[in-house]
Nanobody
């Protein structure tokens, strides 16, 4: 089993920045892909950004150039630096980790609220 603990959400004004963190813990596991998803009220959960174990990244078009995903493999932690935040970025942000020992599966964090006020 893998446990994920997220932190870093909050309230920020338009144009501001926030940094989300998600730390994975557990026993005997290897992490493959890590990522962030978000869900706004009344909308489906959507991909924000992902990063592979080799460091390759992928971003939703709506956040390209504003958000940066990174990971610290020694700490089993993934980060999301969010700059130039817009009201449309308001959502609950969820960390996602694909991990396991022999086989892997997806794990989800509890979610952290990001609210951007205009």
């Amino acid at each position: 089993q893998v446990q994920l603990v997220e932190s870093g959400g909050g309230l920020v004004q338009t144009g501001g920045s926030l940094r989300l963190s998600c730390a994975a813990s557990g026993s005997a596991f290897r992490i493959k892909n890590m990522g962030w998803y978000r869900q706004a009220p009344g909308k489906q959960r959507e991909l924000v950004a992902t990063i592979t174990s080799a460091g390759s990244t992928n971003y939703a078009d709506s956040v390209k150039g504003r958000f940066t995903i990174s990971r610290d493999n020694a700490k089993n932690t993934v980060y999301l630096q969010m700059n130039s935040l817009e009201a449309e970025d308001t959502a609950v942000y969820y960390c996602n980790v694909n991990a396991g020992l022999v086989t892997t599966r997806d794990y989800w964090g509890q979610g952290t609220q990001v609210t951007v006020s205009s």
